[in-house]
């Protein structure tokens, strides 16, 4: 079901190359990659992130400012738009740079409560 969840976010993204649910702990839970970019990469995107991720999430609490919910990694060549969706696990989708990171933001969003669902 992942996958198939990542798929609607993926290709309903202009710019999107592939998308992962992941554990803070960096192990992946599912991904979809249509092609322009494996499954391996966006895995690894995946993996590196977590950490980044994890620290994230402990300075907005130290913050008192609430729980993370989004986070956007922007280099040279490639956006990657993140959703915390528990204490556990977060879904990333990896973009081009011209590629429409509001419309991943607002997909995963949307998909939100069921990738939840799907980790309970």
């Known amino acids: 079901m992942f996958r198939e969840i ?6 309903g993204t202009p710019g999107a190359l592939a998308g992962v649910v992941m554990g803070y702990d ?3 839970i599912d991904s979809f990659a249509p092609g322009a970019m494996d499954r391996t990469t966006i895995e ?6 977590s950490v980044i991720m994890s620290q994230v999430r402990t300075a907005a609490t130290m913050l008192d400012s609430g729980q993370a919910r989004e986070v956007t ?4 060549d490639l956006v990657t738009v993140v959703r915390m969706l528990d204490r556990t696990h977060f879904a990333a989708v990896a973009l ?7 419309k991943a933001r607002f997909l995963l969003r ?3 409560t069921r ?3 799907e980790l309970s």
């Open 6 to 11: 990542l798929k609607r976010v993926v290709s």
């Open 26 to 28: 960096g192990i992946p």
């Open 44 to 49: 690894s995107i995946g993996m590196e992130f």
């Open 73 to 76: 990694i922007r280099t040279t």
């Open 96 to 102: 081009k740079p011209a590629g429409l990171e509001g």
């Open 110 to 112: 949307l998909e939100d």
């Open 115 to 117: 990738l939840q669902e």
